[in-house]
């Protein structure tokens, strides 16, 4: 278990270094994306229309953030992460298409993201859920906003955040997954947990 | 009488408290998980959920972004004199509190998928009634519920044949399916009844009861002892990283059952269990599980 400070851009080279339970604090620029913008930045994309923000090399977090707005200038009030599983099914082609570098969220992620990961040198990290006022002490400025009529969960934050962590890497560029053995070892719980509640099996 | 425009005020620094101070008895449940934990990950899970409560009451800020659907569960006198007027009082505490707090707007149309921005909507706040007969009191709790501990939600008739213990596998079925999707530790509302919407609304009954409360009849109680044990025993643990605490606390509800049916309900919810509960007498307010209030609002 090795502890990381990276700062984006990020390169292929280092984020290649990580593996599964090692630990990475980040600081640089972090573009929150959920449900709604996924699917409409894979639309632009596969149009060949161009997002207005540049995911390359930056970090994704599955986020609908709590905001304000004094004056024209916004803050990040409180900033955990939403469950990943969700975006699943936009995330493979999200890396290939934008070569975002590291991907951050709760709750893990499956099979096509992994394989993504390793084809396009990616990782997927974990924030713990619930923790949003601790994730935005760390945010220190909204560059900007866009897609805002999607609603305030659902639009890209571009945020600028300093030694946010810790972030635990659940998927490594090697496409190995944290939760392959978990799951296992949960499986086998399950016995365990019926005999207590006096099931036979 | 209290003024409307008093309690109303109440009311929203009841949902702001809610949203970013937890009530003692979570914050003292998280506490003892992170002490029991052994495993470094999983302790450093705790760890980064204590430092976030700190941070959200030094800062003001929200304990989670996800400020959750607003619901209010009411017990109210028969006499209760703003018994008319409360709907419209929740409905404007909720507005003005997602304002000042601030919350994120999480009432989204069903049918065309637009956030009206306020937290209220068709039905939002939800407003969950128990009337006092003789009582010119009230008693008002608001759970601010957030969306990701909603994916176990279940309701679900099983033949009575399967037993009790049918039900509680179903129960620990659905949290071994989820993991850590929930946010782990989660608290679990269990209810058992003849039907689905009675089995529902026991369950959020249960989930309602402060942490450590057992249910007064002892068998129940077992059985809630049974089933924290058993879903911990799976050893999703915190964040679902692994580890000893994956539910901090396990309640159950019943009622009677049709001979033919026994309905389960399962309502979830994540670590950051946000409830606050205020009382409104004939002339005063009096806050009960965030008591500092007291001092503020006078």
Known sequence: MVEYHFSTPISKEEVKKLRIGDTLFLSGVVISARDAAHKRALE?????????????????????PVVKKEGDKWSIISAGPTTSTRLEMYEAEFIERTGVRVIIGKGGMGLKTAEA????????????GGCGALAAKSVKEVEKVEWLDLGVPEALWVMHVSNFGPLAVAIDSNGKNFYDDLKKQVECNLKKAYTIIGLKV | MVPPSFLKESIVKMISAAAIYLADDVKDALKKAYENEDKPVAKS?????????????????????????????VKAGEKFPLLGKLPNILKESTIEATAVTPLRPNAVDVIVGKNSGDN??????????????????????????????EKPSLAKTIPPGLGVQGALKLVIDDIFEVGPEPCPPVVMGVGLGPAGDIAMALAKKALLHPLGKKHPRADVAELEDKLLNAINALEWGPNGVGGKTTALDAHIEIAHRHPASMAVGVIVNCWAKRTSTLKVTKDSVEFITHKFLNSEVK
């Open chain 2, 45 to 73: 899970i705790f760890k980064s959920i204590l430092d976030n409560i700190r941070v959200a009451e030094e800062e003001n800020r929200p304990i989670c972004q996800d400020t959750g659907t607003v619901m209010f569960y």
């Open chain 1, 44 to 64: 632009h994309l596969r149009n060949g229309k161009p997002l207005p923000v540049n995911f390359s090399g930056m970090a994704l977090y599955h986020l609908g």
């Open chain 1, 117 to 128: 990961c390793k084809k396009f040198a990616a990782v997927y990290t974990m924030f713990t």
């Open chain 2, 120 to 149: 209220t909507g068709e039905k939002i706040p939800w407003i969950q009634w128990e009337i006092l007969p003789e009582s010119d009191e009230a008693e008002i709790t608001v759970l601010l519920k957030g969306g990701g501990s």
